[in-house]
């Protein structure tokens, strides 16, 4: 009766490890976030897509902050081109409390929210990543459409530095670099 017993606490054990081992380690946050300075239009320079992003050309992920402190988000893209008609989602980020403001939970569907990461901010605001835990979907934004190669190289650096393969990195292709998002949604 005790050798079943030993055995059934030792593959108990093994379970618990297992278990743990597959967890991802989880993304590292910056320190915190200036939520109002934050809000406004990031161009996707770069992304390791979710599947409705596959084919996103010209995505600018857009942010407003409600009366309830609620991050109010539309993301605009085009599916295939840069002719195809503007497509939109609307996510709600909802900021989770003692993050600095740097961690949200993205939801899309009620009540499913995303982990929403913001791993790198440059101190003007004009760069961040945006990660998971999970390094499986990421972005690479910015205030203005393009980035000089050098930076873009950088911030793909620090994207493989917090554990992601960047084998399915894709540059997203921006056009009309001299359009705001906005300015170039109402054409």
């Known amino acids: 009766m005790v050798f079943p017993l030993?055995?059934?606490a030792l593959l108990a054990l093994i379970?618990?490890?297992g278990a743990c081992a597959s967890q991802p380690r989880p993304m590292p946050a910056v320190a915190s976030v200036d939520l109002?300075?934050?809000m406004g239009d990031w161009y996707v320079i770069a992304h390791i897509p979710s599947r409705p992003e596959r084919e996103a050309f010209d995505a600018v992920e857009s942010y407003r902050l409600d009366e309830k402190g609620r991050v109010r988000t539309t993301f605009t893209f085009r599916k295939g081109s840069h002719d195809a008609p503007v497509e939109a989602m609307h996510p709600t980020g909802f900021v989770e409390p003692g993050t600095g403001n740097a961690?949200?939970?993205?939801?899309?569907?009620w009540p499913i929210k995303a982990e929403y990461?913001?791993?790198y901010l440059d101190e003007d605001y004009t760069r961040t990543i945006v990660a998971r835990s999970k390094r499986d979907y990421a972005w690479i934004m910015?205030?203005?459409p393009q980035i000089p190669d050098q930076d873009y190289a950088r911030l793909v650096e620090r994207l493989r530095a917090l554990g992601y393969s960047t084998r399915d990195l894709r540059k997203v292709p921006q056009a009309r670099p001299s359009q705001g998002a906005?300015?170039?949604d109402a054409n």
Not at 103 to 109: A, H, I, P, S
């Open 15 to 17: 379970l618990a490890l």
């Open 142 to 144: 910015a205030r203005s």
């Open 36 to 38: 109002p300075r934050f």
């Open 182 to 184: 906005a300015e170039r």
């Open 103 to 109: 961690v949200w939970g993205m939801q899309f569907v």
């Open 117 to 119: 990461v913001i791993a």
């Open 6 to 8: 030993r055995r059934f």
